[in-house]
């Protein structure tokens, strides 16, 4: 049995009462990248020589008068920087870059003492839905590597299912974190939008990134939250509210709690046994006492094509700062100064990052903005008033992450638009700006399910509340795979 087994409050235990230490939960982090790393390619930067002596400088104090992050060991998506250690968001135009200061969440991190294992594999600048896009490797589930770990926080969930580090941070643009953790099996939240702070964090879509945490199970997320959630007064969209204690919202109580059900969510597109799986689950919690009835967000059919021209929108105004002339790549075919702009882009960018240049530069260009951009925006606002309208008499909403489990590598990397489709069931949420969290519900021929709650603005302990009830009367977060 790995260390990584036992829950965070245990692995606290464990060391408050002195029979491991920091350094043994560090070894068992780099121990186990060694042995299945090789097939899994989550890690893309290992930071072995600073946890290792951190480690040992933590072996030295009282575990029993510290929080329960203390001394556990943590993967780092890659486009969340790290002062001293390579951040790539996994792109040919970042290879190299090693930034000079740590992101608001890998400072709240240090603060509570975690160890940072090393950066870990995405798809680039965040763009895709498989971890098929990154520049270095294709990462693959653990549960069968000839399949899709999802993206574009795929290595992350990836990273956690394999057992390499007990928890993870993701990124979610329009689904990156929720639908991974549903495919690799772990439970991955993206809180409202506001509620962590995104300094620090590379952007692709400002108006859609959040950063959240990657785990094992519902109790382990919302400690995770808790460290990294707040106010940063370098970030002028982080939420000035306070943080709750996450843990104690873990009551096992959700009598009388209401439930809404999309029909859109669980309709046309949705595999059967995707379908199956949530109508039990909403079978489970009525056991429990919840009650749950259908509703509709009629707009959420139109929410793909706003995603994709606003999200574009914003990457390509983001992206123009990589340019070869302040960091990053530059090519060494140019003989003027506009070639080198454009020969660093086209070798430093891939084929996603490129394509959603391009949509983003013509939806914002001179005749267009009107009718694709604001457009969009209008329709954003439809899609949020349907949530809003829904949380009026509704607690939770609950459907699957996503329409079927993963599919395999290679499957769809020639159709862009199929690929596109996948997130249609994550990407209204980070449109609306609420929170969602996907837990483990189920599996189809040896690959997980996920289970997706939705929760009004700031709201997190109920999500939190629902998914730890459910996940608490099933086993499906029990299961590990075997690498």
Known sequence: MSLFDHSLTKLHELLAAKEINVSDLVDTSYKRIADVDSKVKAFLTLDE??????????????????????????GIKDNIVTKGLRTTC?????????PIYDATVVTKLRGVET???????????????????????????PWNTDYVPGGSSGGSAAAVAAGEVPFALGSDTGGSIRQP?????????????????????????????QIGPITRTVEDNAYLLEAIAG????????????????????????????????????????SE???????????????????????????????????????????????????????????D????????????RAEGFGDEVKRRIMLGTFALSSGYYDAYYKKAQQVRTLIKKDFDDVFANYDVIIGPTAPTPAFKIGAKTDDPLTMYANDILTIPVNLAGVPALSLP????????????????HFDEATVYRVADVYEKATNFSKEKPSL
């Open 49 to 74: 020589e600073r946890a290792r002596g951190l480690a040992k400088k933590l072996d030295e104090v009282d575990a029993s008068e510290k929080g329960v992050l203390f001394g556990m060991p943590i």
């Open 90 to 98: 996994s792109s040919k135009i970042l290879e190299n870059f090693d």
């Open 115 to 141: 160890v940072t294992i090393g950066k870990i594999n995405m798809d680039e600048f965040a763009m895709g839905s498989s971890n098929e896009n990154s520049a270095f490797q294709v990462t693959t589930n």
């Open 181 to 209: 953790a549903a495919y690799c099996g772990v439970v991955g939240l993206k809180p409202t939008y506001g509620r962590v702070s995104r300094y620090g964090l590379v952007a692709f879509a400002s108006s859609l990134d």
């Open 231 to 270: 106010h940063c007064p370098s970030d002028s969209t982080s939420a000035d509210l306070p943080v709750p204690p996450y843990r104690e919202s873990l009551t096992g109580e959700i009598k009388g709690l209401r439930i809404a059900v999309p029909s859109e969510y669980i309709g046309d597109g949705v």
């Open 273 to 331: 046994e995707m379908r199956k799986a949530v109508f039990d689950a909403l079978n489970v919690l009525e056991k429990e006492g919840a009650v749950w009835e259908e509703v509709s967000l009629p707009y959420s059919k139109y929410a793909l094509a706003a995603y994709y021209v606003i999200a574009s929108s914003e990457a390509s105004a983001n992206l123009a700062r990589f340019d070869g002339v302040r960091y990053g790549y530059r090519t």
């Open 333 to 344: 075919n140019a003989d003027n100064l506009l070639d080198m702009y454009k020969n660093t």
């Open 441 to 456: 519900c189920g599996f189809k021929d040896g690959l997980p399910l996920g289970l997706q709650i939705i929760g009004k």
